[in-house]
T-cell receptor, first 114, second 115 residues
Framework: GDSVTQMEGPVTLSEEAFLTINCTYTATGYPSLFWYVQYPGEGLQLLLKATKADDKGSNKGFEATYRKETTSFHLEKGSVQVSDSAVYFCALRGSSGSARQLTFGSGTQLTVLP | GAVVSQHPSWVICKSGTSVKIECRSLDFQATTMFWYRQFPKQSLMLMATSNEGSKATYEQGVEKDKFLINHASLTLSTLTVTSAHPEDSSFYIC???????????FGDGTRLSIL
């Protein structure tokens, strides 16, 4: 079945540092890929998405490129802020079967220090 | 944009109590909603798929008699944790989307604490 493997945390960075959170996936066909962010005590918010190979999703300075050849969707940000501290989840939605069901990675806790 | 509202946000109750959690799509109709459970510092586990007007589809290992799901309208799904016990304490999150090819929108979650 579909699966998502995400870089384990926690990750601690200083403000303005470069961020990379690795995400690789296993799926048949052509899944859609997502990054969600969860702030403490809250639900998940969609951060960015990509629906086909070579698409780049971007939002709030975060970027991720759908790489089919390496089955990856790594999250990057050039300069993190304290307000970016949260848990980040990589997820995929398969292209067959239950079309809207999401499969999540384990989540990566990011802490940005001032 | 699409908004999903979840209520209540926090419940504390005694063991043996049944607890109902509501998930509403505020500005769109959703024939399908999803219920997830999240343990501390862990990922979301899909519990069940809630289908409007029909029975929910439960994931393997999830007790359907324990976690009752009712999706009576296109904007409301409810999850009832029956005879809750301390091991049911968790963060429960629902999601929905207007169309199958659009991203899921999540509620803010319900923190359930059973004493």
């Amino acid at each position: 079945g579909d699966s998502v493997t995400q870089m384990e945390g926690p990750v601690t960075l200083s403000e303005e540092a470069f961020l990379t959170i690795n995400c690789t996936y296993t799926a048949t066909g052509y899944p859609s890929l997502f990054w969600y962010v969860q702030y403490p005590g809250e639900g998940l918010q969609l951060l960015l998405k990509a629906t086909k190979a070579d698409d780049k999703g971007s939002n709030k300075g975060f970027e991720a490129t759908y790489r089919k050849e390496t089955t990856s969707f790594h999250l990057e940000k050039g300069s993190v802020q304290v307000s970016d501290s949260a848990v980040y989840f990589c997820a995929l939605r398969g292209s067959s079967g239950s079309a809207r069901q999401l499969t999540f990675g384990s989540g990566t806790q990011l802490t940005v220090l001032p | 944009g699409a908004v999903v509202s979840q209520h209540p946000s926090w419940v504390i109750c005694k063991s043996g109590t049944s607890v109902k959690i509501e998930c509403r799509s505020l500005d769109f109709q959703a024939t399908t909603m999803f219920w997830y459970r999240q343990f501390p510092k862990q990922s979301l586990m899909l519990m069940a798929t809630s289908n409007e007007g029909s029975k929910a589809t439960y994931e393997q290992g999830v007790e359907k008699d324990k976690f009752l799901i009712n999706h009576a309208s296109l904007t409301l799904s409810t999850l009832t944790v029956t005879s809750a016990h301390p091991e049911d304490s968790s963060f429960y999150i629902c999601s929905a989307s207007p169309y199958s090819n659009q991203p899921q929108h999540f509620g803010d979650g319900t923190r359930l604490s059973i004493l």
